[in-house]
């Protein structure tokens, strides 16, 4: 499992070092707990994704709206998985009815 900061201080030292001196002193001082969009913006993709999308300002929108999709998401998920396993044992079901069909006719013959 990764690592998961909680905090701006518990970032990577890299990422803190391409940070700002007045938000790194912010940090250090736990005066903001949040990136402002602004500093996202200004930091490299490849060290912006090391950073968890908890701490974004962004990602911290509406957790009740978060919790629903997601329920509403693993319901589709195993909505569909139990869809296809079901159409699978009716395919199933229907090509052994037509196997034990052809059997029994081999055999009367």
């Known amino acids: ?23 790194r002193d912010k940090i250090s001082s736990g005066e903001i707990d949040k990136l402002p969009d602004n500093i996202l913006d200004a930091i490299p993709d490849s060290l912006s994704s090391k950073i968890p999308p908890s701490l974004i300002e962004a990602a911290n929108s ?28 009716k395919s199933a079901f229907f090509f ?9 006719y081999y055999a009367l013959l």
């Not at 499992?1 to 938000?23: H, K, R, V």
């Not at 052994?96 to 029994?104: D, E, L, P, R």
Request: net charge negative; glycine share 10%.
């Open 1 to 23: 499992m990764a690592f998961q900061p909680t905090s701006l201080s518990d970032l990577d030292p890299e990422i803190l070092d391409n940070l700002p001196l007045d938000i």
């Open 96 to 104: 052994g009815a037509v196997a034990i069909a052809a059997w029994t």
């Open 62 to 89: 509406n957790p009740t709206l978060t919790f629903v999709l997601v329920v509403a998401g693993t319901i589709g998920v195993i909505g569909f998985a139990y869809g296809v396993m079901k159409s699978g044992f």
